[in-house]
């Protein structure tokens, strides 16, 4: 691929999807209405397991996926749609989210039928749920040099290795770990599989990580000698970078990666008014002009999802963007904040509350999906700059 062929169209939304979006708004009403969901005053994914239920309910996890499996087979668009609306309020999906938008989707490309039945349904009820096993603590960025062994017994495979940042570890089913299974010959991504692990079997100890803001979402979890089952295996083994790398689109390229700040912006532009000075004014209208040429960048992305394509290289591009704004963001809202004086002696108690987590919680989003030096590279790589 050279830049000139690197083209992103953003789809037109059918009315199915513009009808779905006044179905969330009015479940969002519902809930604030009730009390069930009250203003935010943090941002980032709030884990609630009674939430996912109510979206289980709706029929809104594995919106996409195969009716036979507990699905909608709805679109690709249809779902980015839904998942808009729900972030931008700020509804608590980080329980079922990491299983919904990846652990899913990977199961259902690369896993065996019985593997299908088994998990999807539950995903899809808002029962099950999965964290990510990729990341290790000596491997940085460079997710091929990992040292998480899988070793070949009788019935299935014995798993030693830790994994870091895997968020909510503490409080989900199953892992998606990636390890390496066989000797690197010659590349240094062959010999890698991806499997499932139980969080709950015996050699598996998770330990938190409290981080800046003084939660627990991150975690260490350390495997020693975990027996998991043939079964576990998901799609062919030393596949794995090749699945997991199919899996980072989806990670990647969602509206999360430019949405997690918004009810900070959304926030600000409701204390400040009408009446606010013209460099406020600017800053501001160039702010949500970024934002709104992400969610053109995102949405044609979900376009090529729908087509059953594997955006890498776009979702990356995506993901890069979606990082320095919602970084840039949290500046421009701080700035604004202290030139107005909005939230000195009492005012704005909410603004203040989300500006000083987002200002602790900003260091996460280079972190998350991928450093922005390794995506960079993705991208030269996939345009033939390297």
Not at 150 to 165: L, M, P, Q, T
Not at 192 to 219: C, R, Y
Not at 320 to 342: C, H, Y
């Amino acid at each position: 691929m050279s830049a000139a062929n690197l083209y992103l169209e953003r789809p037109a939304l059918t009315p199915a999807a513009e009808d779905l979006r006044e179905e969330v708004r009015t479940f969002i009403a519902e809930q604030r209405d009730s009390g069930a969901l009250p203003p935010p005053e943090r941002i980032g994914l709030g884990f609630d397991v009674d939430m996912t239920q109510r979206i289980a309910d709706r029929g809104w996890i594995g919106l996409t996926w195969p009716r036979q499996y507990g699905g909608q087979e709805r679109s690709a668009l249809e779902r980015y749609v839904m998942n808009e609306e729900l972030l931008a309020a700020s509804v608590p999906v980080g329980a079922h989210w990491v299983a919904d938008r990846q652990s899913g989707p990977v199961l259902l490309k690369f896993g065996t039928e019985e593997q299908k039945r088994f998990y999807l349904p539950q995903i899809a009820s808002g029962n099950c749920y999965f964290c990510i096993g990729m990341s290790e603590p000596e491997s940085g960025s460079d997710l091929a040099s990992l040292k998480t062994r899988a070793d070949r017994v009788a019935g299935g495979w014995r798993i030693n290795g830790r994994k870091i940042w895997t968020t909510n570890a503490h409080r989900v089913h199953y892992m998606i770990a990636l390890a390496r299974t066989s000797p690197a010959e010659g590349a240094r991504h062959a010999g890698i599989s991806q499997l499932i692990i139980d969080l709950k079997a015996p050699g598996v100890t998770v330990t938190p990580i409290i981080s800046m803001a003084g939660e627990h979402d991150f975690n260490e979890v350390l495997l020693e000698d975990v027996l998991v089952p043939d079964e576990a295996l998901i799609g062919t083994e030393g596949n794995g970078w090749n699945q997991v790398s199919a899996e980072l689109a989806y990670e990647r390229s969602g509206p999360e990666r430019w949405l997690s700040s918004f009810r900070l912006i959304s926030e600000l532009v409701d204390v400040l008014g009408a009446d606010t000075q013209p460099s406020t004014q600017e800053e501001l209208g160039r702010l949500i002009s970024h934002l709104l040429a992400l969610r053109q960048l995102s949405l044609a992305v979900a376009g090529m999802i729908e087509q059953g394509k594997s955006p890498n290289i776009e979702a990356s591009i995506v993901k890069d963007l979606g990082t320095k704004f919602e970084q840039e963001a949290v500046r421009v809202a701080r700035n604004i904040a202290s030139a107005e004086d909005l939230v000195g002696n009492g005012r704005a108690p909410r603004l203040r509350a989300l500006l000083m987590h987002a200002q602790q919680y900003a260091p996460a989003f280079t972190i998350r999906g991928g450093t922005n030096e390794i995506l960079r590279g993705i991208i030269a790589r996939g345009i033939g700059l390297r």
